[in-house]
């Protein structure tokens, strides 16, 4: 059996080439796209591989062998060696039984059918298509950042299309949070201020700490600045008499300090703030104003994990004029589209602490771990 691959522009020349070179009792046994190796070829248009088949060799070849060392665009690429491809097909059996060679000629196509199965890079169904054609796709629908889908697209190149799979993702992932999530420990300031957009969830976000923390035994403290909207201070009264903790009421910014030396027996004070458009420079001004009279504190941004990714980007950038430390990621349960989980990691710098998945307090919150963001940025991936 004689097998030869040839690399030509399209079907028609590759037709050409089998019959020529080897008859018309030749088969083709597969074709696929390539683009050329080496980073030259990088923005080559990608070229034909067609293999073909013939089952018992013809008298010879009626091409003349190309000179040594010189192979000419389009020629064939054999999968027998090359000093076999040097010799007749007559000599070739003259140096071993027929069986033998005939053996070998079937491991051999075989090997090349496996390999060509495992680079497959099929389009239709989640059958047949390789781990990194399915992450591609599974992370095209999450409304990503384009640095995000360039930078695994790189990696997946960087690991070879045939030895990515779903470990790999991980790590890579992984790799990914480290640079954006932060542990419980490293959080030491006695004091968070919760700062972010109307309705992210600041108030219940604070009701769900501040009951960890009585759970944990901790003497815990609340102040709100938010007397701005008719019943916040009632939101968080009620949950302040639920847990039988202080409640600081603050309606001027000047009256910081003050409260802050009524809780100085707190071991942590969490700070309510009103929800701001961050879309107006006036709201933001306002509360980096509060946030002034405040020191050693850790401020951190609430954002809805709901968020489309053009608005998650203007929310991080303009609070960053703001100023915060870390981000709590809430409403994860309200969406299906982990997208914004990646793309903090494009518009921010600093670290999620933790995301929050419900209503439900205190349960519904989670400290942030590369393992558990992970989960969500690969669930319902079909692979
Ligand atoms: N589904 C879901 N709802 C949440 C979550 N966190 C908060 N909520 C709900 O979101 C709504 C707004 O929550 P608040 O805590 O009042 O939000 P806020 O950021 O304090 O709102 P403002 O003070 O008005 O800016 C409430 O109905 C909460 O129960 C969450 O993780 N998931
Ligand atoms: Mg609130």
Redesign the pocket.
């Known amino acids: 059996m004689t097998i030869r691959r040839y690399l030509v522009k399209d079907m028609k020349e590759a037709r050409a080439r089998i019959r020529y070179e080897l008859g018309s009792d030749a088969i083709i046994v597969s074709s696929r796209k390539v683009r050329p190796k080496g980073w030259k070829n990088l923005f080559r248009k990608k070229r034909l591989e067609v293999t073909a088949a013939l089952d018992s060799p013809r008298s010879a070849p009626s091409f003349p062998n190309p000179p040594a060392g010189k192979i000419p665009e389009g020629t064939v690429r054999s999968s027998v060696r090359p000093e076999a491809q040097r010799q007749q097909p007559q000599q070739l059996l003259q140096q071993g039984s027929r069986e033998e060679h005939l053996e070998k000629e079937i491991r051999e196509l075989k090997k090349m059918m496996d390999r060509l199965m495992e680079e497959k890079e099929g389009s239709e169904g989640s059958e047949g298509r390789s781990f990194p054609v399915c992450l591609m796709q599974h992370l095209k629908t999450m409304d990503l950042d384009d640095s995000v889908l360039r930078e695994v697209t790189a990696f997946c190149s960087q690991v070879g299309n045939a030895g990515m799979d779903l470990r790999k993702a991980r790590q890579f992932f992984s790799d990914f949070f480290h640079r954006s999530i932060l542990t419980e420990e490293k959080a030491e300031q006695r004091v968070w201020v919760f700062i ?12 769900k700490l501040a009951a960890r923390e009585v759970l944990k035994g901790r003497k815990t403290g609340l102040i709100t600045l ?1 007397t701005f ?1 008719i019943g ?1 201070v009632g ?1 968080l009264r009620t949950y302040a008499d639920i847990l039988h903790i202080p409640l600081e009421v603050i309606s001027s910014r000047q009256d910081m300090s003050g409260a802050a030396d009524r809780l100085q027996n707190c071991d942590r004070i969490l700070v ?1 703030s ?2 701001s458009n961050s879309r107006r420079m006036d709201q933001l001004l306002e509360i980096q104003a509060c946030l002034d009279e405040i020191k050693e504190k850790q401020t951190i941004l ?1 954002v809805s994990a709901t968020t489309r990714r053009s608005d998650l980007k203007m929310i991080l950038e303009n609070y960053g004029n703001v100023g915060y430390d870390s981000i709590i990621l ?5 969406t299906q589209c982990y997208g914004s989980i990646l793309n903090i990691g494009c518009y921010s710098d600093k670290p999620i602490r933790y995301f ?4 439900a307090v205190p349960e ?2 989670r400290q942030v771990s590369g393992e558990n963001l992970l989960d969500y940025v690969l669930k319902g991936m079909e692979v």
Do not use: F, Y
């Open positions: 972010g957009p109307t309705g992210v969830g600041k108030t219940t976000t604070i009701a938010d909207r916040a939101q309510d009103a929800g609430a809430t409403k994860l349960d309200e929050t998945v419900g209503q519904d919150i």
